[in-house]
């Protein structure tokens, strides 16, 4: 299982949102890519980049301080002869934005509210880059939600995953609303029952605050790949390599 650090960016600036409300944002830092390198020197061999401001408008976006951290990246995995895993979220809604970031040097791109509103999508960039596109569900009482989380789609989580995977996607990323940035702990009940329903590979996300949730969705059924790790990093609440030694155990 892969712990992976998160990096939400907004202006600019490395932030996180308390369940996705952008009026309740805390700022940890002005240079995202100085925080992807802290991450990557504490042994990190993924990183989750979110452009908060392309996920509510996809005519807004952070390239600038998305390709830093790609750099950044490159130049660590040159360094040390280690691979690291990048993939981004928000504001990818067209072929453009996948092949552009995928030619920038990201592993993965994921895709969010095209999943819901441009299902198409997913089936053409699944088959122009196998295995490189991933989507993101985002839920609310198991409802997923689009355009950075202000709109309720109306479409069932576990639907919508059994969907892209038929449409190819490599994997599902999947968050509970109402766990994001609150150190409340992993809906890891809700997760293991989507790994279930699905053959492709499940990533959690959302509440993250101990090793205890680590070890608890390690004990559910299904293919949960890794988990996506914010605040409980940000706030000291609980350290990378910590996290990482419960999930090889």
Known sequence: MLIIPAI???GGKCVRLLRGDYDRETVFGDDP??????????????????DLDGARDPASDNAT???????AVADHCRASGRAVITELG??????VGVERWLGA??????LGTAAVEKPELVTEACAAFPGRVWVGIDARDGKVAVSGWRSDSGVDATELAREVQ????????????ERDGTGLGVDHESTGRLAASLSIPVVASGGVNS??????LKSQRGEIAGVIVGRALYDGAVTLPELTAAAEA
Do not use: P
Not at 35 to 46: I, K, Y
Not at 65 to 71: F, K, L, N, P
Not at 166 to 177: K, L, S, Y
């Open 8 to 10: 939400d960016i907004r």
């Open 33 to 50: 890519a100085a925080m992807a390198g802290r991450w990557l020197a504490e042994g990190a061999r993924a990183l989750h980049i979110v």
């Open 65 to 71: 301080a998305v390709s830093a951290i790609i750099e």
């Open 90 to 95: 928000g504001g990818i809604r067209d072929m």
């Open 105 to 110: 040097g990201l592993n993965r791109v994921i």
């Open 166 to 177: 038929a449409r190819g996607a490599a994997g599902v990323i999947f968050t509970n609303i």
């Open 211 to 216: 090793i205890d949730d680590v070890r608890s």
